[in-house]
């Protein structure tokens, strides 16, 4: 079943369907747009790869950018193309970080709503910016199942919902695999995040807001990625 329908998407030169909710489009973002990220990501000492909510895994994958102002120009314009894609019903959130997947790394399956039963609706989409070529480093869905590959400048998008559980198998090569990402999420779940409600999901099936503690839910997050 499709779950979303944007023909904007649909219409893009370099659209490719997947599966009947998995789209990717071709070389959306330009050379000069990766390489810069890349290498500015390689320009960085070690150390300052990092998670910022000290997640284990994530330890050495992820590079914080959003206070970067010649990195966020770039990262600006990727957010602009992709907002682009829609009409304004959605809220199309900043991609503030760079991850690395390196040689023999994969990652762990997943699934971008951050509920459990996914009644809970929050990131509507997800959006993975390519931004290196690199052998292996596939992903892939074990419920559907499918697997991808991807080539640099690919923007590629999926469903947050349970259905679209995903990890990347190990890179293989000497390349390193790059990207940034960002979600679409319901604008009623913006307006009530916006009036400081701390984390806000709406209930799929009733419509209405249900409000998290803040606090529990990052505990709850640390205590699953210990």
């Known amino acids: 079943m499709e779950l979303y329908n944007y023909d904007i998407i649909k219409a893009h030169p370099n659209f490719v369907q997947v ?17 810069y990220l890349v290498e500015y990501a390689e320009s960085v000492p070690e150390e300052q790869w990092w998670e910022k909510d000290n ?25 602009e193309k992709i907002a682009a894609l829609f009409e304004n019903d959605w809220f199309v959130g900043d991609p503030g970080s760079i991850h690395r997947i390196q ?35 596939e992903i892939y869905y074990p419920r559907i199942p499918l697997h991808y590959k991807t080539s640099k400048g690919d923007i590629l998008i999926h469903p947050g919902v349970g259905i679209y559980f995903h990890g990347v198998r190990p ?6 695999r790059y990207v940034t ?15 400081g409600l701390g984390i806000v ?21 640390q205590i699953k990625n210990s």
Request: proline share 3%.
């Open 171 to 176: 890179v293989t090569g000497d390349s390193t």
């Open 201 to 221: 999901f709406q209930d799929t099936i009733t419509g209405e807001p249900i409000f998290k503690d803040m606090q529990a839910v990052v505990d709850n997050s």
């Open 181 to 195: 990402t960002t979600f679409t999420y319901d604008p009623k779940v913006k307006e009530l995040r916006d009036k």
């Open 55 to 79: 997640r284990e895994w994530w330890h050495g994958k992820y590079l914080f950018v959003a206070d970067k102002e010649e990195v966020n120009k770039r990262l600006k314009v990727i957010k």
């Open 19 to 35: 599966e009947e909710n998995i789209w990717v489009i071709k070389n959306f973002i330009s050379d000069e747009i990766c390489d």
């Open 103 to 137: 040689k023999g790394q994969g990652m762990f399956e997943h699934s971008d709503n951050p509920t459990e039963d996914m009644r809970e609706n929050f990131v509507q989409l997800s959006f993975t910016v390519y931004l290196s070529d690199f052998e292996g480093g």
